[in-house]
RNA sequence: GCCGGGUUGGUGGAACGGCAUACACGAUCGCCUCAAAAGCGAUUGCCUGAAAGGGCUUGCGGGUUCGAAUCCCGCACCCGGCACCA
């Protein structure tokens, strides 16, 4: 049962000891990264500051290259990690050879629930084990060869970086959203209008006489970054409250998988909602796909309609639409079960002559909405989501006035309205919408049709089984006093009763989203803490500049304080608040010493990676946060990317909405505040598909070692018993991992690059395949000894001049392997390699020229072998900044070219022509070919299509 | 339910509207070897045929075109996102 072993093996170095084997590729590739990494070979250079070179670099085209912040994950790489890492290398060093100042490098995301687990579940201070993992992480990046720049290298642990993570925290803290200007403003220039009185305090109240809380209250209305109680979502299991991007559409956290729940608490809250409408239009100026710019606008949400007022009493319900011209069909109202005017508007006693089914069988309205508010709380969204079927709801005994109709609509209370979007209150339209219309029958409502249906179903409701809902009908039964709408079609209709509810001051066009701000408080000890603290009387105050960072303190326990998963009732506590050294605190913040007390929730894990590609720019800069001549070079806009950005990011789409979405509202805060030009983060986005491989199952369906699995005829056994095969995830947790290391161990480096980038098409996701590595290995093994001999090691490249066959084959390789290589496209620019190399052997000898050319074109996706050919092949220097080749256009054309002749569409003859070739010549000679002349036979030709030089279509009668 | 993306040999995948299946794996045969592995060489879409040859093929069904894997319409299946958003 011997396994198979590759080419590496005594015996063979004995006969060969020049073969290019795991031995061989190992010593080169560990010489090469070590040459590299003391000659700083991929250190680059900035305009300005510690990291420039005196030289200016400012006339030398940039290409900043990155990839998505990694996890150091506590349980190593496997070869599916480094895909995009190894994608955005072979980029990065192509780009260097034609002449770029390449930035690429790598920083570590460290902070946050995985590092906090790990750490937890180990029972080692999240710091060391976090060290640890990052470590071992850039060992085995290292010995891919992965040429970055160390000295960017960042992390978001460290407190030189942190402090920046706090201080940017800060600048949103102290902005405010000018709707006027279209953008944040410092939030002084917004104090100093209240102080003046340019400004009118909400509530009409004198600026001056306000108590240090109550102006807390007020500024945070306006702050971009705010602490304020509002329903968040609550998971006891993970013991800390989460954002809505980190729920799963069922109600549950993405991480751990535990039950969420509604809770009203007092969090911080990011206003990233001011900036819904320009994260929406500037995506117009980014190369990303449009699957994620897509996801981006639909998770924000935008609909454009109408608010409305409904008189109730002396008050008014406000509600948005997008079908305002529907109005005449709202035949009642719903409030979100927790809207704030439901108390208001219930009467003491219900109004006579309504049905049971109305009053939920409750004595009085108030007990109605009592009950009803109560169960519709201790609902968790998983329970909400399975009954979204089912329309529950209550009479409140209040009646709205509909404002074009004149008629009475009862008001009723269900959890089918949702308190955080719109106004949490809806005009109900049954006729022409599902929600409404499910709800209207279970509670015996009525119905009026007013958009005509055009599926011949007739204008009475009473007859339909669900609700008409289109835009493309005309409106009916609409007519009352100087409004009518009649005839008109749904978008000119909106329009008019828009026009006639404002002139009336009842109503007026509006925009609503979807997005909802931002929650950035988290109850855990390893993130960042704020950079805030209270005073005695509770008011709030920033800490300055100069007091930061403030560290993660020292505790006992740093573990979170969860709860049972379903215990709804539960309310988070914070781990900094354990230690009162720590939380209570002596500072001078301006009118002497005073005790303060320190905020102790800590930022998500998602803070410290919204701005990291501005610290990879100027990672050592401790004036600012970056330097604008360093940002204005890398990311500064240019004719190419209008709103500037980093040139090429590459990670998964499954951060679409998430670090893509909060990156690129911080970036324009600090964009609007003057601290950079680029206007976006991320000019170009590439998602990479992930890397699957086999899973194998026993009986009872668990995984079991995939690399111990054999295959006999198409079956698949382990320790003897069978097992079943199907594609998953490659990981720890099925048993399938392969180790980078493991891997280098077997066929090097080199080996793995090639393979992984010859997969497949970089964006898709593909299956591992052990034994077609091997395919790789081969390839450069073939490669060295077109070059090298296997048995002296001596050059064996020839000194002559390399004939014109071989000369096209090289210079049609070196056109087709730039566009490949500036496109991603690296599984064909490898194939194109292979074939190149192919004729190299089949051709016996290769002439140095060639050899040159030849390695130069597979240096930036095989380097270390690359490397070592250059050197042998008699160059000095790295070939790292070594012209990458250009092809001759001479040479890139054939000689002849085969021109095939269709008869009909199907290929009858083929004919050796010059690629010059007239389309008449070409013609006549295609219809002198005996081939055709035979399969025309005597049926009449009634046209020719002659496409000079590559094809004649003959169509015959 | 709504919105995206996909479906090409035994496998991963190539193919400006113009030779479908590049390149690689696997498989078969051969060379080398005492032997095996590794390496090297040849063959390899499917059907039919002794062969020459012929026929059929890009998920299914239509359409546009001299010509469609590629463009358009409809359908099936797979993957991803959203989901009571008024």
Known sequence: MSETTPASGAAEAATEPFRYGAALAAEIESRWQDLWEKEGTFNAPNPAGPLAEGADVTAKPHSFIMDMFPYPSGSGLHVGHPLGYIATDVYARYQRMTGHNVLHTLGYDAFGLPAEQYAVTHGIHPRVSTEDNIANMRRQLRRLGLGHDSRRSISTIDPDYYRWTQWIFLQIFNSWYDEAAGKARPIAELIASFESSEREVPGGRDWAS???????????????????????????????????????????????????????????????????????????????????????????????????????????????????????????????????????????????GIPEAWTGGAATPAEAVAAYRATAAAKSDVERQVEAKVKTGVFTGAYATNPVSGEQVPVFIADYVLMGYGTGAIMAVPAHDHRDFAFARAFGL????????????????????????????????????????????????????????????????????????????????????????????????????????????????????????????????????????????????????????????????????????????????????????????????????????????????EHAVLHLLYARFWHKVLHDLGHVSSVEPFHKLFNQGMITADVFRDDRGFPVPAAEVEEIDDEFFWNGEKVRREAGKMGKSLKNAIAPDEFADQYGADTLRLYEMSMGPLDVSRPWDARAVVGSFRFLQRLWRNIVSETTGELVVTEEEPDEATLRALHKTIDGMRGDMAGLRFNTAVAKAIELNNHLVKRGSTPRAVAEQIVLLVAPLAPHVAEELWRRLGHEQSLAFADYPVADPAYVVDETVTCVVQIKGKVKARLEVAPSISDADLEALALADPAVVAAIGDAPVRKVIARAPKLVNIVTG
């Not at 004036?623 to 190419?640: I, L, S």
Request: one cysteine or more; charged letters at 25%.
């Open 446 to 653: 009525p119905m009026r049709c007013v958009v005509e249906p055009t599926d011949g179903r007739g204008e009475d409701p009473a007859a339909w089984d669900d609700a008409f809902d289109t835009y493309d009908s005309v409106i009916v039964n609409s007519a009352q006093g100087d409004l009518s709408l009649d005839g008109l079609r749904v978008v000119d209709a909106k329009a008019r009763v828009t026009a006639w509810l404002t002139e009336r001051g009842i109503g007026e066009g509006t925009v609503n989203f979807r997005l909802r701000d931002w929650l950035f408080s988290r109850q855990r000890y390893w993130g960042e803490p704020f950079p805030i603290v209270y005073d005695e009387d509770g008011a709030m105050h920033a800490l300055p500049e100069s007091m930061l960072p403030v560290e993660v303190p020292e505790v006992d326990d740093f573990s979170p304080h969860t709860y049972d998963a379903d215990d709804a009732a539960s309310t988070p506590k914070t781990p900094l608040s354990r230690n009162e050294d720590w939380v209570s605190v002596e500072l001078d913040l301006g009118d002497g010493v005073k005790t303060y007390r320190r905020e102790t929730n800590t930022m998500p894990n998602w803070a410290g990676s919204c701005w990291y590609e501005l610290r990879y720019v100027d990672p050592v800069n401790s004036a600012k946060v970056v330097d604008p001549a360093n940002e204005a070079y890398w990311m500064g806009p240019t004719a190419d990317k209008p709103a500037g950005g980093v040139d090429l990011y590459v990670g998964g789409a």
């Open 210 to 352: 306000l108590s240090g809380v109550e102006r807390d209250e007020v500024l945070s209305e306006y702050r971009l970054a705010y602490a304020k109680e509002v329903p968040v979502n609550w998971c006891p299991g993970l013991g800390t409250v989460l954002a809505n991007e980190e729920v799963t559409a069922d109600g549950r956290s993405e991480r751990g998988n535990f039950p969420v729940f509604k809770s009203n608490l007092r969090q911080w809250m990011m206003r990233i909602t001011a900036y819904a409408d320009r994260l929406i239009d500037d995506l117009d100026l980014l190369d990303w796909p449009e699957a994620i710019k897509l996801q981006q606008r639909n998770w924000i949400g935008r609909s454009e309609g109408a608010r409305v007022d409904f008189a109730v009493g002396e008050d008014n319900i406000t509600v948005f639409t997008t079908r305002p011209d529907t109005l005449f069909g709202a035949t009642y109202m719903v409030l979100a079960p927790e809207h704030g005017l439901v108390d208001t508007v219930v009467p003491a006693a219900w109004p006579a």
